[in-house]
């Protein structure tokens, strides 16, 4: 007899199983289907690269200048490019100083290339300037700078200052921001 009620339950249990496995839904199941024409997800990256342009790898540092002088100038260029996104990309190049200032980052000039052509003649610490990437391109920024001054006061100074190259994307539910950093220090000798 209990084998005979073990037998019932089991087949019972099949039974069920197999109305289960091939039931779609069962009376516990919600479904909620919403179909919505023409829409879509995408999804954009803001993230500016900055690269060396001998070899492609990231770079922290631009200009390292030791024993600067009157007249004196160094250069440096640096390629900044899109982290994988399909739109163009409208960034700005600022300038950001990390030291006290001492005078001469305020003293010394800039010049700023891209292209081929002159985009920024200037103070250094005011260097305000803004370009867009084109979708897969890449931007080569060529900077010169020099001591135009003869002051004395300059002469065994330091000045630690950052390239900000930031972009931004906004709109009313929030925004995404990107940024990279290109640090630079330069120093006076005697003279």
């Known amino acids: 007899m209990v ?28 479904s909620d289907q919403v179909r919505i024409p023409g829409n879509r997800i995408s999804m954009i990256s803001i993230s500016l690269l900055s690269k060396k342009t001998v070899n492609g790898l990231k770079t922290a540092s631009l200009l390292h200048t030791d024993d ?4 004196g100038f160094d250069v440096g260029a640096v390629r900044i490019m899109q982290d994988s996104s399909a739109t163009p990309l ?43 990437l084109a979708r897969d391109g890449y931007d080569d920024w060529i900077f ?29 539910q929030g925004g995404l921001y990107g940024e990279s950093r290109v640090s630079n220090i330069i120093s006076t000798g005697t003279w």
């Open 3 to 30: 084998r005979a009620r073990a037998y019932i339950i089991l087949a019972l249990l099949l039974l069920f199983g197999i109305w289960f496995r091939v039931s779609e839904f069962t009376d516990a199941d919600i």
């Open 144 to 172: 010169v700078v020099s001591l135009p001054s003869h002051d004395t006061d300059l002469k065994n100074r330091i000045c630690d200052i950052d390239f900000v190259f930031s972009t931004k994307k906004i709109n009313q």
């Open 68 to 71: 600067l002088r009157p007249d």
């Open 90 to 132: 409208t960034y700005r190049l600022t300038a950001v100083q990390q030291g006290e200032d001492n005078g001469l980052c305020s003293t010394l000039s800039l010049d700023i290339y891209k292209a081929n052509e002159s985009i920024y003649r200037g103070k250094l610490e005011d260097v305000a300037v803004a370009s867009t």
